[in-house]
């Protein structure tokens, strides 16, 4: 008997659901979109993502051509331009002078360098993670702070993918992009791994901004 084959975009999707459930990183997000933060946490937040996009769009210009990485490589949902004019609105023209990197960015960008920029299978991973993940949640999380934060389209760039006309489309285009590459089953799990680990530094990336806002306010 036949058997029906599961697309490896929807093993990837099952495989890595991420929960981020209690951590600290949750309850950052979840005080930023009921708006409980300060302007300066989300300040804090857009300024780590920078970092991380820095370091993953320097990635796809090292994989612009390679073969299995290049279908994936879309200038159009670039975030770096977002991130940098939503922080010269939200810190001033000197925001790279007041810009740090906590311990868990650089754990998350030092991963990227060492395998974003050297292994298709990586770069895909953490562009997939990145970008859907994004591009879902991009318009929903830009209402909330704009209603609870006063912003209106200054300061919240970095979720709107502007250039991006039709989301639905984009991610389906993506997912038959990531059915048509020709992974190896160790390709596959591979992908599968780098995708878990992707949430996770993402998970950590959270935290370590919760952890600061409790220090700020705790030394205010």
């Known amino acids: 008997m036949a058997h029906d084959v599961v697309p490896f975009s929807e093993l990837l999707r099952a495989r890595t659901n991420s929960r981020h459930g209690t951590s600290s990183g949750a309850d950052f997000m979840t005080d930023l979109l009921r708006g409980t933060c300060d302007v300066d946490d989300y300040a804090q937040l857009v300024a780590q993502y920078w ?3 820095r370091a993953l769009e320097g990635a796809a210009g090292a994989m612009a051509d390679h073969p299995v990485a290049a279908p994936f490589v ?8 977002a991130l940098e004019s939503d922080l010269e609105f939200l810190l001033g023209e000197a925001w790279r002078d007041r810009v740090v990197a906590l311990p868990a960015t650089r754990a998350y960008v030092e991963r990227l360098d060492t395998v974003a920029a050297v292994s298709a299978g990586a770069f895909v991973a953490h562009h ?25 389209v200054n300061g919240v760039g970095f ?25 190896s089953d160790d390709d596959k799990e591979a992908v599968v791994a780098e995708v878990a680990l992707a949430h996770s530094l993402d998970t950590r990336l959270l935290d370590g901004l919760e952890v600061d806002r409790r220090a700020r306010r705790a030394a205010a």
Not at 159 to 183: G, H, I, K, M, S
């Open 51 to 53: 970092f991380v996009y």
């Open 159 to 183: 979720y709107v993918f502007a250039e991006v006309a039709a989301p639905a489309c984009f991610r389906a285009t993506y997912r038959e992009q990531l059915d048509a590459a020709p992974w």
């Open 74 to 81: 879309t200038t159009g949902a670039t975030r770096l331009p």
């Open 128 to 152: 997939y993670t990145r970008y859907l993940g994004d591009l879902s949640c991009g318009r929903f999380i830009s209402t909330l702070l704009q209603k609870h934060y006063g912003f209106d």
